[in-house]
């Protein structure tokens, strides 16, 4: 995925090039490399059914019957998120010069993207067609990051992160999506070494041996190192692991609350694969335990099982910081320096809002009630004389706003234009919008 296959040997685990399997194997990367027309699917011809997220009706990748949730729970999810949107600064929705589109690109990197373009998704509508419009545009987005950060270049696993951005927004947000993932939620995963993937297994460890010590301590035994069943996990997102309908969920909860929930879906996985005995005894040998973690049960990874099972665990992100640091200490003590220096993660959409505040543009002084024709407001030097002489009589409903409340009026008492909590939504706070 970063360098050429030979000098790095990136088959290894942990490598950037890893997930895509080596040339010759059937991995989920190569599976159906073949397909990548609309007449090849189709016999040559035909309309083409697809399931509500655009994945084609009968493909592995398309889901079975789907629970109902019910209309009203859509909207009020839906109505939420947008008021919640609405309050955070549009970071990713700022303008830039377009130069990174222009330029030509490395053609180191050029020729690894072009590679991995059919791999992606290659059921869903967008991105069937080879040389179609979802591929041209994952290969922009992909082209201009390596450009923007050409230290860093190109990593395999931030083709299927692009790809879902480019499912649910135009192709230039999709690609400061990217960046921001890269940046501030998952600083470090995508550098040539990955540090940051390895330091975050060590992590997980860890708070595996506290929420699910019966699967800690298997996985112990067998001597399993975190990175051969988590790397895929983390630097997708899940995107290459969950059915869609959760994938999507946890990508929400992912952007409000940042890395924890990462974290989160990775234990309830790991708990419920592995944290019991009666799990435990079809999974005696490392081969065993590898093949059950590739092929997790669906019934956990179903959407409404997995929401509140991501909700009801107690990791916080002061867990998730105070073991980097043991964790950091250890690395260091046993390997050195990181090589790899990433800025500190920020932990959700408020975090980041708050790192960067966003100039906003000042408010039109112009009232937004219309007077009838004839009728103004009382000089401002009779503010408070007509305050006095008005207390006590009811304003008629259509009658004008008094310029000293117009601006209260869209406050609540003691509310403030910004968020003053320095903590990142709370499971608890946002509960009611994620199920």
Known sequence: MAKSRGVNGLDAPGSRESLAGAPGEAGPGDELSSLGSDS????????????????????????????????????????????MLN?????????????????????????????????????????????????????RVLKAYTLYR???????????????????????????????ICEKYLPG?????????????????????????MAYKHLSKQ????ILYMTEWFMCAFSRTLPWSSVLRVWDMFFCEGVKILFRVGLVLLKHTLGSS?????????????????????KIMQEAFLVQ????????????????LIQLKKWKETRGELQCRSPPRLHGAKAISDSEPHSRKALDPSPSIILP???????????????????????????????????QAFVEPGASPHHQSKDSLSSRESEDTYL
């Open 309 to 324: 099972e991501i909700i009801e665990l107690p990791v916080t992100e002061r867990h998730i910081e105070r073991e980097h």
């Open 373 to 407: 024709p004839g009728q103004a407001l009382p000089p401002k030097g009779r503010k408070n004389k007509d305050k006095k002489r008005d207390q006590g009589k009811v304003r008629p409903a259509n009658g004008p706003i008094p310029e000293e409340t117009r601006d």
């Open 40 to 83: 090849e699917i189709n016999g040559g011809g035909g309309e083409r059914r697809v399931d509500k997220f655009g994945f084609i009706v009968g493909s592995q990748s398309a889901e079975g019957p789907l629970e109902e949730v019910p209309l009203e729970v859509l909207r009020q999810r839906e109505s939420k998120w947008l008021d």
């Open 189 to 213: 995963y995508y550098s040539e070494k990955l540090e940051a993937i390895q330091l975050d297994g060590e992590i997980l460890f860890s708070l595996l041996h506290r929420f699910a010590p």
């Open 150 to 180: 050409p230290e860093e270049g190109y990593c395999q696993a931030q083709a299927p992160v692009a790809a879902v951005l480019l499912m649910h927004m135009p192709v230039e947000q999709a690609f400061w999506c990217l960046v921001q």
């Open 87 to 139: 309050n955070w600064d549009k970071w990713m929705a700022k303008k830039h010069k377009k130069e990174l589109d222009l330029s030509a690109g490395d053609p180191k990197w050029l020729d690894v993207i072009e590679r991995d373009l059919h791999r992606q998704f290659p059921f869903h509508e967008m991105f069937v067609s080879r040389g179609g419009h979802g591929q041209q545009d994952l290969f």
């Open 223 to 226: 001597k399993i190192d975190p």
């Open 278 to 298: 009666e799990k435990l005894k079809s999974c005696q040998g490392q081969y065993e335990t590898m093949e059950r973690l590739r092929a997790l049960n669906p």
